[in-house]
């Protein structure tokens, strides 16, 4: 099977049509979402529309949480809040039933998704420490967890029996093509695919990845697209500026 991984689309969909085109190009079987597909950017429906469209397996993010009143938007930066607010009016009775259902985690062999962390996906904490990752990987009860937030690309390779770390790629040619073992006894991955419609890692094109777990390799892709048309909707929507902004620099 061909997974695609896609993570923190935040209403762009200018960013999921591309990243769609490029996973039919890639024969993807299943897609897997991490949660974040409202928030920020100007299209929060529409992407929901495309994801439920493609069957995809999904789990909530802190901008869904947000949205459904689980989450006070307290919680966010200025920015984050106004769009939180702003999203909040957008959505049908249709979509927030949508977002309801969406649970925190969830399994689908051989993955356990997350939006942040385990084992406290609650408390959407960034994971920025190996520390973090060592409880994520601790507390995963699947060959590979999958996990987003970040909005930043990663690869953890934890041997399970010595809890020890074996493998942290971060750079984008390290990400590309990435060969892991299919021993869930002995190892635990995770894996970060970037965001779809927001990356913050100086690259402004769309991020997600994809694993064929016949062939047990993974790889993180980038594809441009129409960033200008995207800052535009959210300009037009009288959203913040900066939102728009960011999408040109990747930050
Ligand atoms: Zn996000």
């Known amino acids: 099977m061909r997974y695609a991984v896609l993570s923190d689309i935040h209403g762009n969909l200018e960013a999921l049509t591309a990243v ?24 929060p429906s529409a992407c929901l529309e495309r994801l439920a ?17 689980m989450l006070d938007p307290g919680w966010f930066n200025e920015a984050a809040r106004a769009a939180i607010l702003w999203t909040r009016e957008q959505l049908s009775f ?7 259902r969406y649970p925190l985690t969830c399994m689908e062999e051989p993955f356990t998704l997350v939006h942040a962390t385990l084992p406290r996906p609650e408390r959407f904490d960034y994971l920025v420490e190996l520390g973090q990752a060592v409880d994520t990987l601790t507390a995963c009860r699947t060959l590979m967890c999958l996990a987003g937030h970040t909005h930043q690309a990663c690869f953890v390779e934890f041997d399970r029996p010595a809890r020890r770390v074996l493998r942290v790629l971060t750079a984008p040619e390290a990400l590309r093509e990435v060969a892991y073992e ?12 970037g965001s779809v419609g927001q990356p913050r890692d100086g690259d402004p094109r769309a991020g997600f990845a994809v694993v064929d777990t016949a062939q047990a390799r993974l790889g993180v892709r980038r594809v441009p697209y129409d960033v200008a048309a995207a800052q535009r909707r959210i300009r037009e929507a009288g959203l913040p500026p900066f939102l728009a902004d960011r999408l040109a620099a990747g930050r």
């Open 94 to 100: 249709g979509d927030l039933d949508r977002l309801r």
């Open 182 to 193: 299919d021993e869930p006894v002995t190892r635990r991955y995770l894996l970060n695919p």
């Open 20 to 43: 769609l085109e490029a996973c039919r190009a890639e024969r993807v079987d299943r897609y897997l979402c991490l949660g974040d597909i409202v928030g920020y950017g100007a299209q």
């Open 53 to 69: 469209a493609l069957e995809a397996v999904v789990v909530s993010g802190n901008h869904e949480q947000a949205c459904l009143g």
